[in-house]
């Protein structure tokens, strides 16, 4: 029988600021059965889709975007926060819930036509995500969709997220 995977998020109220709930997905990781059928989840997403690369959001979104990668037969493309990636890079700022960051891309982590999946473990209010997508085009690269784990749809950020087909596998 297939884990309740809802039931393997812990909600951690009030961090990292008061009033943010914070879903905790790492009693799913430690869910054996919760984590492959989670991983499966993006498998089957994007088996047929024939991206060429997948992206991962720092930092959740490299547990699922490694993986991923190696199924698919593509390279994985990684995204992180300001001052983490030694090559020469682009950068966007972006809104949280909570304040603002900026997010990196190697400039040669991805080539003109390419077509990418970017993954993530949560929607929120979209802003990494779409800081994201700016980055891969950025490289001349195509967004082909998004997916994450976890989405909250209180916040509004598929909306933000209306040019890209988005998909995800729990609300909360």
């Known amino acids: 029988m297939a884990p309740d995977l809802k039931s393997l998020i812990r909600a951690i109220p009030d961090f990292p600021e008061p009033g943010i709930v914070f879903r905790d997905i790492t009693p799913l990781l430690q869910d054996a059965d919760g984590f492959r059928e989670a991983l499966g989840w993006y498998v089957d997403l994007y088996r047929e889709a024939g991206v060429d690369a997948v992206v991962g959001i720092e930092s959740r979104g490299f547990i699922w975007g490694a993986p991923l990668a190696d199924r698919l037969g593509v390279g994985l493309v990684l995204v992180r926060k300001t001052g983490k990636l030694p090559h020469h890079t682009h950068q966007e700022e972006y809104v949280l819930e909570y304040g603002t ?17 970017v993954v993530d473990d949560l929607l929120a209010t979209g802003g990494t995500a779409v800081a994201t997508a700016k980055l891969v085009e950025l490289c001349g690269a195509e967004v082909h969709s998004m997916a994450f784990l976890i989405e909250l749809p209180d916040l509004h950020g598929r909306e933000r997220l209306r040019h890209y087909d988005v998909a995800s596998l729990l609300t909360f």
């Open 101 to 117: 960051n900026i997010l990196e891309i190697h400039q040669d982590a991805l080539v003109p036509g390419q077509r990418v999946a």
